[in-house]
C-alpha cells in the first residue's frame, strides 16, 4: 500500500534563536521548538517542515526574509552539501562559546551534580588545514546538487567522483574540488588520481552493485612532514593497481608510506584487511613534546595534531602527577596518553579493545626509550577486575578516555572499588560522560571542567574533567 503522503506546514518568519545540537539552529513556533540547519542565531526564515514530532519539527529554509549580523560568508565552495564543516557561517568566537555553553547544559542537566566554574572552550590555533587523516570515497556517479539539475535543464550524464558521502547516504558521494580540513599535499593528490583514473579507463565503485576497481583512498600527514597515502582497490587488479601506485610515487616524492588494499567486502571497514606496503615504509611518525609516536595504516591518532598536543597538556595537568604514582590509562587506543604522561609517575597501565592498538603502543614506548609502561589488550569489562587492580598495584590516578558510548557501568564498579585519589576523564560525548559522572559522584566531587575544541566549524567538542576523592 502506497504511504500516505504528509502535508507538513510551511512556517512564515520564524526567528532562530539558538544553536541546538548535531549542527543545527533552533527557533519556536507556538511554543514548539523547529530545527533548521545551516541557520545561525538572529536569522528570521520561512521553513518548510519535512519532519513533525509531538515535541519537535524540523525543516529546512525556502526563503531568508533576515539574515543575522553574526553570520560569516563560509569559505568552501562545497558548503552546505557536504555536511562536514555546518559551522562556517559562524564566526569561531561564537563557535567556541556555543561548545562551552553546550557543555555546561549537559553536565548540568542530565549529570545533576554539582559543578565548579566551567572554563571557556579551548580553542584550536588552527581552524583550516588541521587534520592529519581525510577518508575519500570513489563512486561512478557524482552527486548533483538540485540547483545544477534545475540549471541543466537536461538529462545529464553521469559522471565519476572522488570526495565525500552525502550526509546519510551511504551510495551518494560528492566530487571535491578543494578541502580546507587538510594541507599539502591532500588536495594534490585526490584531484590527481581522480584524473589519472578517468583518463586510463579505471571503474570507479557501485555501492549498490557492488563493482568497480576504485574504491576508497585515505591520506595521513604529520608534523615531521611525512606523508601516507593509502588506495582500497575493490578488485585485485594488480597492473592497474601498480601502474596508478607508480604514477602516485613519481608525482609526488613527498609521498613516504604508499600502501594499498584490496577489499571485496560489501562494507568499506578496513580493520580486517591486509595492507600492502608498496613504497617507502609502512609508517609515518608523528612528534609531540620530543615524543615520537609511529602511526601505520590502522593506527587511530587524534586527527588534530596541535590540538591533540593542548588535550594531553590539559589531561596531564589534571592528573597531578608528582613522580611517584601507579598511573592507570584505560581505553589507552596506541597509548599516546600514557606514554605522554609516564616520565611523571612511577608506572603506567594501559587497556586498550583493538589488540594492534596496544602493538603500536609498546612499539611507541620502545621507541621513546620509556621502560614502565604495561599495556594489555581486551574488553574492558573482561580484564579491569578486582584481579587485575590487584596484580598490577592500586592506581593513585586514572585517566578515561572511552569512546562515545562512554565507560560501562561495571567498569566504574572497579574503579570505585580501587579508589584512585583522582581521575580524569576525557570524553568526546559530554552526555554520556554526564551520565558517568553521577555514578562517580557518590565518591568523587568534579574540581575541574575544560571543554577543548578538536573540530572547529564542527559541533564536535571535547571535555576534560578532573575528580578528586571526597574526604
Known amino acids: 500500500m502506497a504511504r500516505k503522503k504528509q502535508n507538513y506546514p510551511l512556517i512564515e518568519g520564524l526567528e532562530i ?3 541546538a545540537a548535531e549542527g543545527k539552529a533552533m527557533g519556536r513556533w507556538n511554543e514548539q521548538v523547529v530545527f533548521v540547519p545551516m541557520t545561525v542565531p538572529g536569522d528570521v526564515v520561512d521553513v518548510q517542515i519535512r519532519v513533525k514530532r509531538r515535541r519537535f519539527m524540523e525543516g ?5 526574509r533576515k539574515r543575522s549580523p553574526l553570520r560569516e560568508e563560509p569559505f568552501c565552495a562545497h558548503f ?9 557561517n559562524l564566526p569561531y568566537a561564537e563557535q567556541l562559546r556555543f561548545k562551552t555553553e553546550q557543555v555546561r547544559d549537559q553536565l548540568t542537566r542530565i549529570g545533576k551534580i554539582e559543578l565548579p566554574e566551567i572554563r571557556p572552550c579551548l580553542g584550536s ?7 592529519n587523516k ?20 537536461r538529462e545529464i550524464a553521469p559522471e565519476p567522483a572522488l570526495g565525500f558521502h552525502i550526509p546519510n547516504m551511504f551510495d551518494k558521494v560528492l566530487d571535491i574540488d578543494a578541502c580546507h580540513l587538510q ?17 586510463h579507463g579505471y571503474t570507479f565503485y557501485n555501492a549498490r552493485e557492488h563493482s568497480g576497481l576504485m574504491r576508497n583512498m585515505i591520506v595521513r600527514t604529520a608534523s615531521t612532514g611525512e606523508v601516507m597515502v593509502i588506495v582500497v582497490f575493490g578488485e585485485e587488479d594488480r597492473h592497474r593497481i601498480a601502474a596508478l601506485l607508480d604514477h602516485l610515487a613519481e608525482r609526488f616524492p613527498e609521498i613516504t608510506s604508499l600502501i594499498y588494499m584490496v577489499n571485496t567486502k560489501w562494507n568499506d571497514s578496513l580493520g580486517d584487511q591486509e595492507p600492502v606496503c608498496y613504497r617507502g615504509k609502512d609508517h609515518i611518525v608523528e612528534r609531540m613534546e620530543g615524543l615520537r609516536f609511529k602511526v601505520g595504516p590502522k593506527s587511530f591518532y587524534q586527527t588534530n595534531s596541535k590540538q591533540a598536543y593542548e588535550l594531553y597538556k590539559v589531561a596531564r595537568d589534571f592528573a597531578g602527577l608528582k613522580g611517584d604514582e601507579v598511573l592507570y590509562d584505560l581505553y589507552t587506543g596506541t597509548g599516546t596518553i600514557a606514554n605522554f604522561c609516564a616520565a611523571r609517575c612511577r608506572s603506567v597501565v594501559g587497556i586498550e579493545y583493538v589488540p594492534e592498538a596496544i602493538e603500536d603502543a609498546k612499539i611507541n614506548s620502545q621507541l621513546n626509550g620509556i621502560a614502565n609502561t604495561r599495556f594489555y589488550a581486551g574488553d574492558m569489562k573482561a580484564v579491569l577486575d578486582d584481579d587485575f587492580v590487584a596484580r598490577n ?13 562512554g565507560v560501562d557501568e561495571p567498569v566504574i564498579g572497579v574503579i570505585l572499588r580501587a579508589a584512585p585519589e583522582r581521575i580524569v576523564y576525557v570524553s568526546c560525548n559530554p552526555a554520556t560522560q554526564a551520565r558517568d559522572l553521577a555514578l562517580l559522584d557518590p565518591q568523587y566531587r568534579v574540581e575541574a571542567v575544560q571543554p577543548v575544541d578538536m573540530f ?8 576534560v574533567v578532573k575528580l578528586v576523592r571526597r574526604a
Open 60 to 64: 529546512f529554509v525556502v526563503n531568508y
Open 183 to 199: 594541507g599539502d599535499p591532500s588536495n594534490a593528490v585526490r584531484l590527481e588520481t581522480k584524473r589519472f583514473c578517468v583518463e
Open 393 to 405: 598495584g592500586r592506581p593513585d590516578v586514572i585517566i578515561l578516555d572511552p569512546p562515545r558510548a
Open 125 to 131: 590555533a588552527d581552524t583550516r588545514y588541521y587534520r
Open 17 to 19: 534563536t539558538t544553536l
Open 134 to 153: 581525510l577518508e575519500f570515497t570513489f563512486a561512478d556517479r557524482r552527486w548533483m546538487t538540485y540547483e545544477e539539475i534545475a540549471d541543466a535543464g
Open 80 to 88: 552546505g552539501v557536504c555536511g562536514g564543516c555546518k559551522w562556517q
Open 456 to 463: 572547529p566549524h564542527t559541533h564536535h567538542v571535547e571535555n
